[in-house]
């Protein structure tokens, strides 16, 4: 009976299946409109019965087999977005994040009637956002983020009455804020920054918001007043509406936001005083208002807040600073600088709280410095420059182990500084410049073995200088000019293989300079020197002719004993003002000194040591090249396989012998890819060779090993005069080596920042500039796929011996995977510091752009002279360095490289405007290259066209569109708690 039971259930069952079912149809065509690279979705196939198991796919339960999430997170699938998966009738979930799916978002999307959750983000979405998205009833979370979406947010969003996450971060919207948002009263997320909007307010109907947390809306165009209504948000953790330009005062009522945290209003133009009662927001943590124009005191309130951060600098606050500040248990950053505060610090600052960063430079406190700063012993910037702070350091200082920058500049300290004060182990910058302090420099100093810039000017210190100077392995400036200081130079200077300016001018300082040396290869060490001052004190004795050795920019011995001949390169009008001064000092120079001098003979016997020099140079060239020939030629027996070369232009040599000329004495540099060497080649030709380092992880799959051989392959392909030239590659397995042509200029950033600095003059700066952008558009408009390059910075462009720059190291470069926004999603950040875009910050993709902006770095170098990040800027870059500067002083010569040659100002100054437009916070105000390039012809030295406003000011930076770029500081730094 059972059995007949049993037969008869199994006659009933199904027919063994041999298709999927209707949902799985509508899947597997969503699956044929989209190109999947990967083969990500190889398990969707129409043996299954349900698409249940399929990659992706959820079901409801496993009974019950309905389509309830599809999630295709991160799986590179290209093409358009086909509402067909929208036949799925229990679809709830949906995920496309982080594709590159490239067309418009369809207005049936609102066929997805059970849609609670649509993930859209980083993709390469166009077009606006449809009106009938709102007609999707139970959306709760929307998140379009990081797509090139234009127009407006639909006035029908109003409509959502379940939406609690609406992201819109980082596409093109540039309409308005509608007003109706304000009827979606689930929303908890509110997140818009940076879209290039519309100039509009921030409607006051988002007060109706009471359930939102999170409100961020930095770079959005915004103007007007903060409406007093966001008082009512008082469940708003974070409110972000920095970088807009919001004007007005910051309402009272928002000392209603209860449960905040966090309060970023910083670089807009708000004005007035900070509003009464800021001590019922006991929740916050981190205020930040600066670069403002507000005004009144630093309520007393505010400091009474547990509060971690403090920043209110570029402000016009006056007063001084309440005393309760110091009983702030959590404070661990105060900047307030460039206001007008003054009176004392509280005498407790620091004594309850983990103050790590104090910078309240620009103002006019008086009193003495608080003992209790580094009590908590987190100290790591006391940055007080500019005030009128009186008395001694403390001696407790001389404990803050974990100090880094010391500024004390322009002060009216005094007495003598603790010993231990001197040898702080962390300390970089050290500066006491401007000040009255006296006593000697301490032996101590031995124990600063970071420091780099020792700045101690303008002083009373006196006594010797410590031996225990010349141990200080990391230091680059060392200025100590008017002070008292007496005896000699030690002769320990001469290890100071760092030092690149010594300024010890208008002391009491006698004896030889200690160049002059016995061991000439010890003033070798020194070749880093380009700034000598030693005038005004008591040296005597000759001048060191190792001098000549020295490429300086500035050579200072006037007004001291030094006696004898001048060294002939010196023994010219140029240097008179070098020398004068000097009594028994004689020279070819007429008026130097009375005597006539035999400065002939010498300028002859100079000449014939020359020669004799570059003989022996040229003889030790030729034996090196013979022993290189010699080794290549026994190396090449066991070099590498000739298969695994591939050449990618006529090469006149063969490749065997590249592998044998590999050796560290031949390293020219070593980078995060691999090492670079410069290699002989037995036909007298040079090139440089690239060994990149073994992939240690799986990186070494044959996957990865394709990937690498289509890269190479495209940029073999490459023939452009701006872009260096690949010449042959090798790929076998363990070993990857690429030939690249030598450029024997080496890179444009160490030329820069070395002492061969002054080698490049403003015509040749600019057509660096010039060539370097001819090749980066080269590379984003001409290449077919277009190439990003990732990580253009000024060691990455080369120059060759007439100084031409080519752009170099496509290490991270990758080709744009044929999308014609070219677009590209990384997996890890690549490029250098002071070069990375702000969009890092918040997304992480990379296109043409974020080149735009390390190009726009690069200018700043060329005009300014200056690192991309400089213990001297603090906190700032190089582009907000520019930009603040540029704002307080209202001319540019404050950033203009002082040694560049004043005739060039006017075209120095219209190159500037380009690299501050190629750094605009947002992507989309940057010019693409090729417009550049046309910007930088523009600006050259034969178009006077558009010359520089006559008061020197810079005028607004105007866009193609005709429309003025606002003032920004750069600071697109996502802030979200
Ligand atoms: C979607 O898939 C991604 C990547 O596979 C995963 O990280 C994420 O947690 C998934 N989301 C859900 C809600 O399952
Ligand atoms: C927004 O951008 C689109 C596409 O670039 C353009 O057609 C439209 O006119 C712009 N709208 C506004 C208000 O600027
Ligand atoms: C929303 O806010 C506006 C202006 O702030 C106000 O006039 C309106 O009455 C509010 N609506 C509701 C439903 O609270």
């Known amino acids: 009976m059972l059995a007949l039971l049993f037969l008869f259930l199994l006659f009933l069952s199904p027919p063994p299946i041999l298709s999927v079912n209707q949902e799985g149809l509508y899947l597997l065509r969503f699956k044929h409109g989209l190109s999947d690279p990967n083969q990500s979705l190889s398990s969707w196939n129409d043996n299954d019965e349900t698409p249940c198991n399929w990659f992706g796919i959820s079901c409801e339960t496993p009974a019950l087999p309905r389509v309830t999430s599809v999630n295709l997170t991160g799986l590179e699938l290209a093409g358009p977005f086909s509402s067909s998966i929208c036949r799925l009738p229990f679809l709830s979930f949906l995920s496309l994040n982080n594709n590159s799916i490239n067309t418009s978002i369809p207005a049936d999307i609102s066929d997805c009637q059970r849609l609670q959750h649509l993930d859209l983000a980083q993709n390469f979405l166009s077009g606006s956002i449809p009106d009938s998205l709102s007609e999707i009833p139970y959306l709760r979370y929307l ?125 807009n133009s708000l004005s007035g005083k900070l509003p009464p009662g800021l001590s019922n927001l006991t929740t916050l943590r981190r205020f930040d208002a600066s670069m403002n124009q507000l005004t009144g005191t630093i309520p007393s309130e505010l400091c009474e807040l547990p509060l971690g951060s403090l920043n209110l600098f570029e402000n016009r606050f006056e007063g001084t600073l309440p005393e309760s500040i110091a009983r702030s248990p959590n404070l661990y950053e105060l900047k307030l600088f460039n206001n007008k505060l003054s009176g004392e610090l509280p005498r407790e600052l620091g004594k309850n709280s983990p103050l790590e960063s104090l910078d309240i430079s620009y103002n006019a406190f008086y009193g003495g410095i608080p003992e209790t700063l580094c009590e908590k012993g987190k100290l790591q910037d006391l940055i007080l420059i500019y ?98 200081l007496t005896g000699q130079i030690p002769a320990s200077f001469v290890k100071l293989g760092q030092l690149s300016k010594l300024d ?25 020197l380009n700034y000598l001052d030693l005038s005004s004190n008591a040296f005597s004795g000759k001048i060191p002719l190792e ?65 004799f020099i570059l003989a022996a140079i040229v003889f030790l060239v030729g034996v090196v090249g013979f022993y290189w020939k010699y080794r290549t030629f026994k190396k090449n027996k066991k070099g590498i396989g000739m298969s695994k070369w591939r050449s990618f232009h006529k090469l006149s040599f063969s490749e065997f012998e590249i592998s044998g000329c590999l050796n560290e004495d031949s390293v020219i540099g070593i980078g995060a890819s691999g090492k670079v060497y410069k290699v002989a080649l037995s036909n007298g030709e040079e090139v440089a060779v690239k060994k990149l380092w073994k992939g240690t992880r799986k990186d070494d799959s044959s996957d990865e090993l394709g990937k690498f051989e289509v890269e190479v392959e495209t940029l073999g392909k490459i023939r452009h005069k701006n872009i260096v030239r690949l010449l042959c590659c090798c790929n076998s397995g363990d070993c990857k080596l690429l030939v690249y042509e030598f450029m024997p200029n080496g890179s444009l950033g160490d030329l820069l920042h070395s002492n061969k600095r002054s080698l490049l003059n403003w015509p040749r700066r600019y057509k660096i500039a010039l060539d370097a952008a001819e090749g980066l558009s080269y590379l984003h408009n001409d290449c077919v796929p277009p190439i990003v390059h990732r990580d253009v910075k000024s060691n990455n462009i080369l120059l ?178």
Request: net charge negative; proline share 6%; charged share 20%.
């Open 143 to 267: 998140d379009l983020s990081g797509n090139s979406i234009t127009g407006g947010i639909p006035a029908s969003f109003g409509k959502f009455r379940h939406l609690e996450n609406l992201i819109l971060l980082d596409n093109f919207l540039n309409g308005t804020i509608p007003r109706e948002l304000g009827n979606i009263s689930s929303l908890r997320e509110f997140h818009l920054a940076y879209n290039p909007l519309s100039p509009g307010p921030l409607p006051s109907e988002l007060g109706n918001l009471t359930n939102l947390e999170v409100l961020w809306l930095t770079g959005c165009n915004l103007v007007g007043q903060i409406p007093a209504s966001l008082g009512r948000l008082t469940r708003l953790q974070n409110l972000d509406l920095s970088i807009n330009r919001l004007s007005g005062s910051i309402p009272s009522s928002l000392t209603g936001l209860k449960d905040i945290i966090q309060i970023e209003f910083y670089n």
């Open 387 to 484: 005030n009128s702070f009186s008395g001694k350091i403390p001696t407790s200082l001389g404990k803050c182990q974990s100090l880094r920058r010391v500024r004390l500049r322009n002060n009216k300290l005094s007495g003598t500084v603790p010993e231990k004060f001197w040898g702080l182990p962390h300390v970089y910058l050290f500066e006491l410049a401007e000040n009255s302090f006296s006593g000697p420099i301490s032996g101590k100093i031995s124990g600063a073995y970071n420091l780099s810039n020792l700045l101690i000017s303008n002083n009373q210190f006196s006594g010797s200088m410590p031996h225990e100077l010349g141990h200080l392995g990391n230091l680059d400036e060392f200025s100590g000019n008017d002070n008292k």
């Open 504 to 528: 010890l001018s208008d002391n009491e300082l006698s004896g030889e300079i200690p160049l002059s040396g016995k061991i000439p290869s010890q003033i070798g060490s020194l070749s880093g």
């Open 547 to 611: 001098l000549q050795n020295l490429k300086l920019n500035v050579l200072n011995l006037s007004n001291n004993q030094l006696s004898g001949e001048l060294p002939a390169l010196y023994a010219n009008e140029n240097y008179r003002d070098s020398f004068v001064g000097n009594p028994g000092l004689c020279g070819d120079l007429p008026d130097l000194c009375p005597r006539v001098s035999t400065g002939k003979n010498l300028g002859y016997l100079w000449i014939l040591r020359s020669i």
């Open 800 to 977: 060759d011996s007439e100084f031409g720059a080519k752009v170099a190291d496509f290490g991270v470069a990758k080709v744009a995977n044929g999308v014609s926004k070219g677009v590209e999603t990384m997996s890890a950040i690549a490029g250098s510091c002071g070069y990375i875009a702000p969009e890092y910050g918040y997304t992480l993709r990379v296109n043409e752009k974020s080149d735009t902006y390390s190009f726009g770095v690069v200018i700043l170098e060329l005009v300014t002279g200056r690192l991309p990040v400089d213990p001297e800027f603090g906190e700032k870059d190089l582009v907000k360095w520019v930009c603040t500067t540029l704002d307080q002083k209202a001319t540019a010569d404050h950033v203009i490289d002082p040694i560049l040659d004043p005739k060039h100002k006017e075209e120095i100054e219209r190159v500037l405007e380009i690299g501050l437009l190629c750094t605009s916070p947002l992507p989309i105000n940057r010019p693409p290259m090729r417009k550049v390039v046309k910007l930088l012809q523009e600006a050259g030295p034969d178009n006077k066209s558009r010359s520089a406003r006559k008061d020197g000011k810079l005028s607004p930076y105007y866009y193609e569109d005709g429309s003025v770029q606002r003032k920004e500081d750069g600071s697109g730094q996502a802030s979200i708690v």
